[in-house]
């Protein structure tokens, strides 16, 4: 069942909006300042009357657009369709013909779009399509140039321009009498709110199955009812946009219940598995639920979790965002806001400054970061952790020349790190204190394109870019919302290039750790280099587009030394110097593909090898050599056909044991009727080693059929429905002369499922 | 002294017996990342009258007189192993099988020590209480602190599922493609990481926590008896020792929608041949044969949710990528601020009018446009990027012929801005 939020988190949010408020009130001048201007008139042909869908419409300028001017973008609804106008002096002309309008009230939105790319609005229409026999019903003489065949038009317009009546304006707001000057003007009160929920109930039932060996499970036989249920929201009024979305997922079977690995059978049967609420007022965003933050490389980057963010554009070139969040992610109605746990929680801010007036030119943020973490995995992820806690700050330095061309992005971070006694680790045992240490983490990242766009030939263009990257971590470094590798210093060069379709990357990284050279610990220090290739065969051979036998290429390189670079002293290694690495890793893969009307091919080779060098290990090397290939078919529009092969070989030098698997996996998809289709697949791996020591063999094979039906039109007259039966069988044998097993087990089942959604 | 003590251990858990002691352990000494976790598989033989308690991780340890070995000094000790990563199990003969989850707090007191002089070797001891009155025993494991490549074991210490788009449970509707999902997977050591992406499809039985762990996490004998579901897909990839790799999920062709219900899509990664793992039963006395011991992982893999429903009808089309395919932006592209955004993509000879279409992850529409057949590239509005601000969006093409049937359609790619203002 839902459970309200607490006080505490109630109160936070109070707060939170209080803040918001405030700064938006003080930019709000700034926000109701804005306003179209309207340079460039424009009437319509469909003002005043409604068209059919196939039926030509005109936009018509009162005076010429000048080249200098730029071009006319054209939306209805949010889809573009500059496209399919055409120009004749003063008048564009929409082919309906490519492209049939959408049935309904919908916002014809036209831009002026500068030859800089830059597009801004002029004007907006409303544009009222109906079906052609209500047309000719109430405006007879509306439709009477109309081509023929339009029911073919209506159903594939109608469909793909979206939802025109969910996207169309309130008509209360934009009376039809009005004029296309006065819609000019009423762009301005835009309101426009919608909802879409969604509700799906399920019964699976398992009427039969076997497993072997016995004894039979429990559950043998089932049948259950699921619910799957949704509701998003989008609402437009004026500067204030909201879009927000609540999923929900029912069960009567327990442990397919959201929570159930962390509560067992406490876990609620209906739960929250997820929500986004996005609220924006003028440029100021509010973010509540499920989202990412964080762009501090080694401070927070990319935190995923449930919480709280406002981003607050201010004086031009500034901008804040804050966050807080759950320290990981999480699903379920408790600590709905994910700000509950105090003690499992992450708290950020992020100011940023636009030092120049080009957006992008010369940024500087700045950052910092408070967070406790409790030793758990959370939702999607597992890990060996304990309990942590940091704050830190950070800045980051973005910059970028006018061409963008030349890229520069710097970062310094200082983060103090506390390992609070977790009693999970202690267990009522006195522990060696751990103090609180501050270490600092750097980077910095420079790329420049010295070609872009570059024409060798009249259709030959060249692209050339080189970067660098530069990264250090002290030892014992840790932020906790971000992932890095402490103690460890990096360079980084790497050259990306391309001809046409051809590309070709060249890295070279180098790496060390133990940087405070504790004599006793190993320092270690790791050399790479990477050669990658693309390239249709077709350019290569220079041969026209009509080459399709020619397949598209690939191939890479990679070599990887690492070495201990000397033996630690009292640290162990010294006893047995085998210990101390020297390896030397080479990876390589080949690729081929080929695509020929209804048929694609491909084919892959990966080979890896690993030299051990340090001494008593010279001869522990490996080889592993994998094969894939794959074909697919399709057959006809609604049949498809896939085939999988591969087959794996490693080789061990030090025993001479070479294990091989192969695995053939077919599959099938087959709509049959506009209602019904099949799918089937088998997979078939079948392992051992070449001296017959062990052997196994997997056979999984799947087929199912599936009924779908629909009654009534979009919104909550809609039902939908699905009927599927499925059969499956798992077979697993496996046995080993070493170690004496013999293993067989083999499952079946049969299970039939019915689906309706309502709305 | 710690030194002699260690040397001692060292000679004794390699010279087979020592003192009174009968519980042997391999491997009895491995290297481990000095900044963070690492997990090895080990088995205890011989386990004759004994049981299995608690482990201790710690910088020396003391004669356990008047028990038998050598024990933990306490005023040294740096933890214990928690009861959430204890995948300690009875396995084949007389033996024990442990997996030692190193946790970053035992790593960095290790690391403390050894920065302040002491030598940088630590322990792992489990204890067995004799069930018969006898003493109990302490069985050392040597660890020596190292980076996170070469020469140390390969195991997984962070796997993290994602779809990329910050939720953590997906509903899509039936027939529409998902983004493509991947794992990003933080390791220790070098190798080859082998497995399968499986899918549990509406109806069936969920796994069991057991059905989720890595392969080489469990005993040999009981490596096989892990239930399966569906594959979608193989991988077998090589993992260089630079401690993280992204691991992408299968093609989005192959993971399947068209039922209604719950899925679940699993990683299972089998055992990999990885010297530093190995666990050799003969020298311990629980067997014949060296058990492979590469990616091991001391917990239960996490899987992810995505729920399928009715509610859109697609109408019967082929959603193959073939003849039609995106090429700019990447899937997962991060892309630059401020500037103009192309969608270019391949033309195919029989479509008349192409749709390109741009929607958030609930898929609501941001901008679709309408391009005739010649047009193979759609060059986005200067207001795109502020439209898609932080969130992660996706775009695909779709074909259609002279009578506006959808001849064919691109999956989904998934895009974002880079924040730069």
Same mark, same amino acid.
């Given at each position: 069942?839902?459970?309200?939020?607490?006080?505490?988190?109630?109160?936070?949010?109070?707060?939170?909006?209080?803040?918001?408020?405030?700064?938006?009130?003080?930019?709000?001048?700034?926000?109701?300042?804005?306003?179209?201007?309207?340079?460039i008139?424009?009437?319509?042909?469909?003002?005043?009357?409604?068209?059919?869908?196939?039926?030509?419409?005109?936009?018509?300028?009162?005076?010429?657009?000048?080249?200098?001017?730029?071009?006319?973008?054209?939306?209805?609804?949010?889809?573009?369709?500059?496209?399919? /106008?055409?120009?004749?002096?003063?008048?564009?002309?929409?082919?309906?013909?490519?492209?049939?309008?959408?049935?309904?009230?919908?916002l =014809?939105?036209v831009?002026?779009?500068?030859?800089?790319?830059?597009?801004?609005?002029?004007?907006?229409?409303?544009?009222?399509?109906?079906?052609? @026999?209500?047309?000719?019903?109430?405006?007879?003489?509306?439709?009477q140039? $109309?081509?023929?065949?339009?029911?073919?038009?209506?159903?594939?317009?109608?469909?793909?321009?979206?939802?025109?009546?969910?996207?169309?304006?309130?008509?209360?707001?934009?009376?039809?009498?009005?004029?296309?000057s006065?819609?000019?003007?009423?762009?301005t009160?835009?309101?426009?709110?919608?909802?879409?929920?969604?509700?799906?109930?399920?019964?699976?039932?398992?009427?039969?199955?076997?497993?072997?060996?016995?004894?039979?499970?429990?559950?043998?036989?089932?049948?259950?009812?699921?619910?799957?249920?949704?509701?998003a929201?989008?609402?437009?009024?004026?500067?204030?946009?909201?879009?927000?979305?609540?999923?929900?997922?029912?069960?009567?079977?327990?442990?397919?219940?959201?929570?159930?690995?962390?509560?067992g059978?406490?876990?609620?049967?209906?739960?929250?598995?997820?929500?986004?609420?996005?609220?924006?007022?003028?440029?100021?965003?509010?973010?509540?639920?499920?989202?990412?933050?964080?762009?501090?490389?080694?401070?927070?980057?990319?935190?995923?979790?449930? %919480?709280?963010?406002?981003?607050?554009?201010?004086?031009?070139?500034?901008?804040?965002?804050?966050?807080?969040?759950?320290?990981?992610?999480?699903?379920?109605? *408790?600590?709905?806001?994910?700000? &509950?746990?105090?003690?499992?929680?992450?708290? &950020?801010?992020?100011?940023?400054?636009?030092?120049?007036?080009?957006?992008?030119?010369?940024?500087?943020?700045?950052?910092?970061?408070?967070?406790?973490?409790?030793?758990?995995?959370?939702?999607?992820?597992?890990?060996?952790?304990?309990?942590?806690?940091?704050n830190?700050?950070?800045?980051?330095?973005?910059?970028?020349?006018?061409?963008?061309?030349?890229?520069?992005?710097g970062? /310094?971070?200082?983060?103090?790190?506390?390992?609070?006694?977790?009693?999970?680790?202690?267990?009522?045992?006195?522990? =060696?204190?751990?103090?609180?240490?501050?270490?600092?983490?750097?980077?910095?990242?420079?790329?420049?394109?010295?070609?872009?766009?570059?024409?060798l030939?009249?259709?030959?263009?060249?692209?050339?870019?080189v970067?660098?990257?530069?990264?250090?971590v002290?030892?014992?470094?840790?932020?906790?919302?971000?992932?890095?590798?402490?103690?460890?210093?990096?360079?980084?060069? &790497?050259?990306?290039?391309?001809?046409?379709?051809?590309?070709?990357?060249?890295?070279?990284? !180098?790496?060390?750790?133990?940087?405070?050279?504790?004599?006793?610990?190993?320092?270690?220090?790791?050399?790479?280099?990477?050669?990658?290739?693309?390239?249709?065969?077709?350019a290569?051979?220079?041969?026209?587009?009509?080459?399709?036998?020619?397949?598209?290429?690939?191939?890479? /390189?990679?070599?990887?030394?690492?070495?201990?670079v000397?033996?630690?002293?009292?640290? %162990?290694?010294?006893?047995?110097?085998?210990?101390?690495?020297?390896?030397?890793?080479?990876?390589?893969?080949?690729?081929? *593909?080929?695509?020929?009307?209804r048929?694609?091919?491909?084919?892959?080779?990966?080979?890896?090898?690993?030299?051990?060098?340090?001494?008593?290990?010279?001869?522990?090397?490996?080889?592993?050599?994998?094969?894939?290939?794959?074909?697919?078919?399709?057959?006809t529009s609604?049949?498809?056909?896939?085939?999988?092969?591969?087959?794996?070989?490693?080789?061990?030098?030090?025993?001479?044991?070479?294990d091989?698997?192969?695995?053939?996996?077919?599959?099938?998809?087959?709509?049959?009727?506009?209602?019904?289709?099949?799918?089937?697949?088998?997979?078939?791996?079948?392992?051992?080693d070449?001296?017959?020591?062990?052997?196994?063999?997997?056979?999984?094979?799947?087929?199912?059929?599936?009924?779908?039906?629909?009654?009534? @039109?979009?919104?909550?007259?809609?039902?939908?429905?699905?009927?599927?039966?499925?059969?499956?069988?798992?077979?697993?044998?496996?046995?080993?002369?070493?170690?004496?097993?013999?293993?067989?087990?083999?499952?079946?089942?049969?299970?039939?499922? $019915?689906?309706?959604?309502?709305? | 002294?710690?030194?002699?003590?260690?040397?001692?251990?060292?000679?004794?858990?390699?010279?087979?017996?020592?003192?009174?002691? #009968?519980?042997?352990?391999?491997?009895?000494?491995?290297?481990?990342?000095?900044?963070?976790?690492?997990?090895v598989?080990?088995?205890?033989?011989?386990?004759?009258?004994?049981?299995?308690?608690?482990?201790?991780?710690?910088?020396?340890?003391?004669?356990?007189?008047?028990?038998?070995?050598?024990?933990?000094?306490?005023?040294?000790?740096?933890?214990r192993?928690?009861?959430?990563?204890?995948?300690?199990?009875?396995?084949?003969? !007389?033996?024990?099988?442990?997996?030692?989850?190193?946790?970053?707090?035992?790593?960095?007191?290790?690391?403390?020590?050894?920065?302040?002089?002491?030598?940088?070797?630590?322990?792992?001891v489990?204890?067995?209480?004799?069930? =018969?009155? %006898?003493?109990?025993?302490?069985?050392?494991v040597?660890?020596?602190?190292?980076?996170?490549?070469?020469?140390?074991?390969?195991?997984?210490?962070?796997?993290?599922?994602?779809?990329?788009?910050?939720?953590?449970?997906?509903?899509?509707?039936?027939?529409?493609?998902?983004?493509?999902?991947?794992?990003?997977?933080?390791?220790?050591?070098?190798?080859?990481?082998?497995?399968?992406?499986?899918? =549990?499809?509406?109806?069936?039985?969920?796994?069991?926590?057991?059905?989720?762990?890595?392969?080489?996490?469990?005993?040999?004998?009981?490596?096989? #008896?892990?239930?399966?579901?569906?594959?979608?897909?193989?991988?077998?990839?090589?993992?260089?020792?630079?401690?993280?790799?992204?691991?992408?999920?299968?093609?989005?062709?192959?993971?399947?929608?068209?039922?209604?219900g719950?899925?679940?899509? $699993?990683?299972?990664?089998?055992?990999?041949?990885?010297?530093?793992? *190995?666990?050799?039963?003969?020298?311990?006395g629980?067997?014949?044969?060296?058990?492979?011991?590469?990616?091991?992982?001391g917990?239960?893999?996490?899987?992810?949710?995505?729920?399928?429903?009715?509610?859109?009808?697609?109408?019967?089309?082929?959603?193959?990528?073939?003849?039609?395919?995106?090429?700019?932006?990447?899937e997962?592209?991060?892309?630059?601020?401020?500037?103009?955004?192309?969608?270019?993509?391949?033309?195919?000879?029989?479509?008349?009018?192409?749709?390109?279409?741009?929607?958030?992850?609930?898929?609501?529409?941001?901008?679709?446009?309408?391009?005739? &057949?010649?047009?193979?590239?759609?060059?986005?509005?200067?207001?795109?990027?502020?439209?898609?601000?932080? @969130?992660?969006?996706?775009?695909?093409?779709?074909?259609?012929?002279?009578?506006?049937? $959808?001849?064919?359609?691109?999956?989904?790619?998934?895009?974002?801005?880079?924040?730069?203002?």
């Open positions: 069942m839902f459970q309200y939020p607490n006080k505490k988190d109630f109160n936070r949010l109070t707060l939170s909006m209080a803040g918001v408020a405030l700064v938006l009130i003080s930019a709000s001048g700034d926000l109701l300042g804005q306003g179209g201007t309207a340079e008139k424009i009437e319509t042909s469909f003002t005043d009357k409604p068209v059919a869908a196939t039926e030509n419409i005109e936009l018509r300028l009162k005076q010429p657009l000048q080249e200098s001017d730029g071009r006319l973008g054209i939306l209805i609804g949010t889809t573009d369709v500059s496209r399919l /106008f055409t120009r004749e002096g003063l008048r564009l002309r929409y082919n309906p013909k490519l492209w049939p309008l959408p049935v309904g009230e919908t =014809v939105t831009y002026l779009v500068s030859k800089d790319d830059m597009w801004r609005e002029i004007a907006r229409f409303t544009l009222q399509v109906k079906e052609e @026999s209500e047309l000719a019903r109430t405006h007879p003489q509306a439709n140039d $109309l081509p023929g065949n339009s029911d073919e038009w209506f159903f594939s317009g109608a469909a793909y321009f979206g939802n025109p009546k969910t996207s169309a304006v309130n008509p209360s707001s934009e009376p039809e009498s009005s004029t296309s006065d819609k000019q003007e009423a762009k009160n835009n309101h426009r709110m919608k909802i879409t929920p969604s509700l799906t109930l399920t019964v699976p039932s398992q009427p039969a199955q076997s497993t072997f060996p016995g004894p039979q499970p429990e559950r043998a036989t089932f049948i259950e009812l699921n619910m799957q249920a949704s509701m929201t989008e609402v437009n009024h004026g500067a204030f946009t909201s879009r927000s979305a609540f999923e929900f997922a029912g069960t009567s079977f327990h442990p397919e219940a959201l929570r159930f690995e962390t509560l059978n406490a876990a609620p049967r209906v739960d929250l598995a997820g929500y986004q609420i996005h609220f924006q007022v003028g440029r100021a965003k509010f973010d509540v639920g499920h989202f990412s933050h964080g762009s501090q490389r080694h401070l927070i980057n990319g935190f995923s979790s449930r %919480g709280l963010q406002v981003t607050v554009p201010f004086l031009k070139r500034f901008d804040f965002t804050a966050a807080a969040m759950n320290g990981t992610q999480l699903v379920g109605y *408790d600590n709905f806001f994910g700000l &509950s746990k105090r003690r499992h929680q992450m708290r &950020s801010g992020t100011l940023g400054v636009e030092l120049i007036e080009r957006p992008g030119g010369l940024r500087v943020e700045v950052s910092a970061l408070n967070a406790y973490f409790q030793p758990i995995s959370g939702v999607n992820r597992g890990v060996v952790t304990d309990l942590q806690r940091s830190g700050i950070a800045i980051r330095f973005i910059a970028n020349d006018k061409s963008q061309r030349f890229h520069f992005e970062g /310094f971070t200082r983060s103090l790190f506390a390992s609070p006694d977790d009693l999970s680790l202690s267990q009522g045992t006195t522990l =060696v204190a751990l103090p609180n240490l501050t270490r600092n983490a750097q980077y910095l990242e420079m790329s420049y394109e010295i070609l872009r766009n570059y024409s030939t009249k259709t030959k263009k060249a692209n050339l870019n970067s660098f990257r530069e990264e250090g002290a030892p014992l470094f840790r932020s906790l919302g971000a992932s890095t590798q402490a103690d460890k210093i990096q360079y980084e060069l &790497s050259v990306n290039g391309s001809i046409d379709e051809i590309s070709a990357q060249f890295g070279y990284a !180098n790496f060390h750790d133990n940087l405070r050279r504790i004599p006793s610990i190993l320092r270690s220090s790791t050399a790479s280099t990477h050669l990658g290739l693309a390239v249709p065969a077709s290569l051979l220079n041969r026209g587009r009509n080459s399709a036998w020619l397949p598209r290429l690939g191939y890479s /390189f990679a070599r990887v030394h690492a070495f201990g000397a033996i630690p002293v009292n640290g %162990g290694f010294e006893l047995d110097l085998s210990t101390v690495p020297d390896l030397v890793g080479t990876n390589q893969t080949f690729s081929a *593909d080929w695509q020929v009307r048929f694609t091919w491909g084919y892959n080779i990966n080979r890896s090898f690993q030299d051990n060098r340090q001494t008593g290990r010279e001869s522990s090397d490996q080889s592993v050599l994998v094969n894939t290939g794959r074909v697919g078919v399709a057959a609604r049949l498809n056909l896939n085939f999988d092969l591969s087959a794996e070989s490693a080789a061990n030098k030090e025993t001479g044991r070479i091989r698997a192969y695995r053939v996996g077919p599959s099938i998809t087959w709509q049959l009727t506009r209602h019904m289709g099949v799918s089937a697949s088998l997979a078939n791996t079948i392992a051992g070449a001296a017959r020591t062990s052997r196994s063999r997997n056979t999984g094979f799947d087929v199912s059929w599936t009924y779908r039906f629909e009654r009534g @039109s979009e919104g909550l007259k809609r039902v939908a429905g699905q009927f599927f039966i499925r059969y499956a069988n798992q077979y697993s044998r496996a046995f080993d002369r070493i170690f004496a097993f013999d293993t067989l087990n083999k499952n079946q089942t049969l299970t039939a499922n $019915l689906g309706i959604t309502f709305f | 002294m710690r030194r002699l003590l260690f040397l001692a251990v060292f000679f004794i858990s390699t010279g087979a017996t020592a003192h009174a002691q #009968t519980i042997t352990v391999s491997p009895n000494n491995v290297n481990a990342y000095s900044q963070g976790a690492t997990s598989l080990l088995t205890f033989g011989s386990l004759i009258n004994k049981r299995p308690a608690e482990a201790t991780w710690c910088g020396d340890l003391i004669p356990a007189v008047p028990d038998l070995g050598f024990k933990c000094n306490p005023i040294n000790t740096f933890g192993l928690p009861a959430r990563y204890d995948r300690s199990i009875q396995s084949g003969t !007389n033996a024990f099988t442990d997996i030692m989850s190193i946790t970053p707090q035992v790593a960095r007191r290790a690391y403390l020590d050894a920065a302040q002089g002491a030598t940088s070797t630590f322990f792992y489990r204890r067995f209480i004799s069930t =018969v009155g %006898g003493p109990d025993e302490y069985v050392p040597t660890i020596r602190l190292s980076g996170h490549g070469a020469r140390v074991p390969l195991s997984l210490t962070e796997v993290k599922l994602t779809w990329g788009v910050g939720k953590p449970v997906l509903f899509v509707k039936t027939m529409e493609k998902l983004p493509r999902f991947q794992a990003e997977i933080t390791f220790t050591g070098t190798g080859r990481l082998k497995g399968r992406w499986e899918l =549990v499809k509406p109806g069936e039985l969920p796994p069991e926590p057991r059905d989720l762990l890595t392969e080489a996490t469990l005993p040999i004998e009981e490596r096989n #008896t892990q239930k399966r579901y569906t594959e979608i897909s193989r991988f077998n990839v090589y993992l260089p020792p630079t401690g993280k790799i992204v691991l992408p999920g299968p093609e989005v062709w192959r993971v399947d929608d068209s039922l209604n719950l899925y679940l899509v $699993l990683l299972r990664i089998e055992a990999s041949d990885d010297k530093e793992g *190995d666990t050799d039963l003969a020298s311990v629980a067997g014949a044969g060296v058990v492979k011991g590469g990616a091991v992982a917990f239960s893999l996490p899987v992810l949710r995505y729920y399928v429903s009715n509610g859109h009808y697609q109408p019967a089309a082929t959603t193959t990528t073939s003849g039609l395919s995106q090429v700019s932006p990447d997962r592209a991060v892309l630059p601020s401020a500037v103009t955004l192309n969608f270019t993509w391949t033309s195919v000879t029989k479509a008349a009018v192409y749709r390109m279409e741009v929607e958030d992850l609930q898929g609501i529409p941001i901008i679709s446009a309408i391009l005739t &057949s010649e047009a193979n590239s759609y060059r986005a509005p200067s207001w795109l990027e502020e439209k898609v601000g932080d @969130s992660v969006a996706r775009w695909r093409v779709s074909g259609f012929d002279q009578a506006g049937r $959808l001849l064919i359609q691109t999956d989904w790619r998934s895009f974002r801005f880079r924040r730069e203002r």
